[in-house]
């Protein structure tokens, strides 16, 4: 069974490869193998947890992978091996790994930090670590909420963060700017239309001290959607002291004008 699995992972490494070439990225054969794996271990552990509902290599390939390497569209450090050595990449609700494995795996000299709270989750990611071999790599289980608090440890520490977690932007902004330092950048993939949701999150932003950079629109020939898009916005000031507020109040009571 793991032979045939291992096959089909490795027939669809081409959809991948050709992707990220549209990309302008060149995956190398370590890295390419490294996916194939990947996929691999995602098919197993989904046979016993709901890591991913896309369960064939060809979505995995395309809709966790390639799309996750579309993020480098709106990080210009991660088009650039040299430029994205010692990044720090903080992965917020990461679940399966999705984006920050997909990106480790392109550019292997940055940190990255994973956090998610549900514990079954990080073990399959500390495991998947090991397996694809990958070094300075920091799977947390816990809140948003509670590893940005003050005084925590990756509080106002990043360069980058981005959650795929389904989110408004309000919600997103107070869970995750906390962990980026000034200059830093808040990478979120979203779906058009946006203009209602960026304005919604006006509030937000003023909260928690980023302004609005760019909104990076994914070519549609990718195949990840017409309406895929990227929204960015800057850190200006370390965080302000009361948030992130408590665990729950980002999502159930988000930041309004």
Do not use: W
């Not at 992972?9 to 194939?36: I, M, P, Y």
């Not at 996929?39 to 896309?54: D, E, I, P, R, V």
């Not at 480790?104 to 071999?133: C, H, Q, W, Y």
């Amino acid at each position: 069974m793991e032979r045939r699995e291992s096959s089909r992972c490795a027939g669809a490494r081409e959809l991948l490869v050709g992707g990220a070439t549209s990309l302008g990225l060149r995956l190398n054969s370590v890295q390419q193998d490294r996916f194939v794996r990947y996929c691999l271990l995602l098919q197993q552990a989904n046979a016993g947890m709901n890591l991913t509902a896309l369960r064939e290599p060809e979505q995995m390939m395309t809709g966790l992978f390639l799309d996750s390497l579309s993020l480098s569209l709106a990080i210009p450090e991660m088009r650039d091996a040299g430029a994205s050595e010692g990044l720090m990449l903080v992965d917020v609700g990461t679940g399966a790994g999705i984006p920050g494995v997909p990106l480790k795996i392109l550019r292997p000299g940055m940190r990255l930090v994973l956090i998610d709270s549900v514990a079954k989750k990080t073990r399959f990611l500390r495991n998947l670590a090991g397996e694809l071999e990958l070094a300075n790599l920091d799977v947390v289980t816990g809140r948003a909420e509670e590893r940005a608090s003050a005084g925590g440890h990756y509080r106002d520490s990043a360069d980058v963060c981005t959650a795929r977690a389904v989110a408004a932007l309000p919600t997103l902004i107070e869970l995750c700017a906390p962990f980026i330092k000034p200059g830093g950048r808040l990478v979120l993939p979203k779906s058009a239309p946006l203009e209602e949701e960026i304005a919604q999150a006006g509030a937000a932003a003023v909260a928690l001290h980023v302004k609005l950079l760019d909104v990076v629109v994914v070519p549609p020939e990718l195949g990840l959607g017409v309406r895929k898009r990227i929204v960015v916005y800057e850190k200006l000031t370390n965080t302000p002291p009361g948030y992130p507020r408590r665990v729950g109040l980002a999502s159930s009571r988000p930041i309004r004008g």
